[in-house]
């Protein structure tokens, strides 16, 4: 398996409270990404990075914020946490970026469970 | 609009029988293409990729991709109740720009075999 550790694995929280989320590899992969799972919606792209401090937004960023500062450490942050947010958080790496000829599959963490009251 | 489509399902067939799964997608510029299998409350496990038109297999497991449709589909044969799981299907467009690296999936299409 892929070495991510995803922390928490599981948390509860209130309405406006700030969440942080950490995804941590030791593969060295350059990219990685933050997607969330729900219901009748599939796997979302929240915010990815391609490299220590590079990072862009995904399908589904307003609400969340990122941070990458070492290599090994992906964060996500949620400033104000809303019931909307409740949902099951997958981080997942890769060595080069998918497509771009380089078909680099995504290899994905063991998820955290958020629920916000 | 970038569309990766699924049949929900649940799509349920016999030990040792042969699940068909498809997936559609929107958008000619397309490049890589990877089925994942979930089991209920894990992550996402990759389990085939495909990037040229034609039939890749691996084990038990077939992908088949069409292009000039625009679909990928996944051949399970003689299937095992622990291929129970939601599969998903997902997508990268390789069109250089802003959707490098990115992938997009379907909604993931539930198989339960049955003994």
């Known amino acids: 398996d892929a070495g991510i550790t995803q922390s928490p694995r599981h948390k509860v929280t209130e309405t406006g409270t700030p969440v942080t989320l950490r995804c941590h590899q030791t593969e060295n992969h350059r990219y990685m990404y933050w997607y969330r799972q729900d219901p009748g919606h599939g796997l979302r792209l929240i915010h990815y990075s391609y490299g220590v401090k590079d990072t862009d937004k995904g399908e589904v960023s307003d609400g969340y914020s990122v941070s990458r500062s070492k290599t090994e450490d992906f964060l996500l942050t949620l400033e104000s946490a809303t019931s909307s947010q409740t949902s099951v958080y997958f981080c997942?790496?890769?060595?080069?970026?998918?497509?771009?000829?380089?078909?680099?599959?995504?290899?994905f963490g063991d998820g955290t469970r958020l629920s916000i009251l | 609009q970038k569309e990766v489509e699924q049949n929900s399902g649940p799509l349920s067939v016999p030990e040792g029988a042969i699940a068909s799964l498809n997936c559609t997608y929107s958008?000619?510029?397309?490049?890589?293409f990877f089925w994942y299998r979930q089991y209920s409350g894990k992550s996402p496990e990759l389990i085939m990729s495909?990037?040229?038109?034609g039939d890749k297999e691996d084990g038990r497991f077939t992908a088949q991709l069409n292009k000039a449709s625009q679909y990928v589909s996944l051949l399970i044969r003689d299937s095992q109740p622990s291929d129970s799981a939601t599969y998903l299907c997902a997508v990268n467009w390789d069109d250089r720009g802003s959707t490098l690296g990115r992938l997009y999936f379907g909604r993931g299409t539930q198989l339960t075999v049955w003994p």
């Open positions: 958008d000619r510029v397309s490049q890589s």
């Open positions: 997942a790496i890769s060595p080069l970026p998918t497509g771009m000829d380089s078909n680099q599959p995504q290899h």
């Open positions: 495909i990037y040229s038109n």
